[in-house]
């Protein structure tokens, strides 16, 4: 993580001189330099599997059912979650579950953020 922490500030440092600097000949160099850490940053973020959000994760889910007030989708591994209710649903496409984990393992904790579904 010192690592991401330390490239996002030379890239913040490296844009503040882009900014500043009057000659578009001098800016150059600043702006290769800055190009390349962006990659590197970004490769390593890639090959890693470092997540920038760690709590958020996305679970697919199937409708199950609803009631005046909630919606309920159920996922692979036999968990119920339910949302206020989302009005015309359509319960033959499957849905992907924006969920945060609150940083913790147990899934009962974890809160829906988003419901993702395709269109028919």
Not at 14 to 33: G, K
Not at 72 to 85: A, L, M, P, Q, S
Request: charged share 20%.
């Amino acid at each position: 993580m010192p690592f991401i922490v330390i490239c996002g500030l030379v890239i913040a440092v490296l844009l503040v001189v882009l900014i500043c600097e009057d000659s578009e000949e001098d800016r150059f160099p600043y702006a290769v330099l800055l190009g390349l850490l962006i990659v590197v940053w970004a490769s390593y973020c890639f090959y890693t599997g470092k997540n920038l959000c760690p709590d958020i994760q996305y679970i697919p889910a199937e409708y199950v059912a609803e009631n005046e007030t909630s919606t309920y989708f159920g996922t692979e591994d036999g968990n119920i979650f339910y949302v206020d209710r989302i009005p015309l649903i359509n319960r033959n496409v499957p849905y992907l579950l924006g969920m945060d984990t609150n940083g913790t393992p147990d899934v009962t904790d974890d809160i829906i953020l988003t419901v993702w579904s395709l269109c028919e």
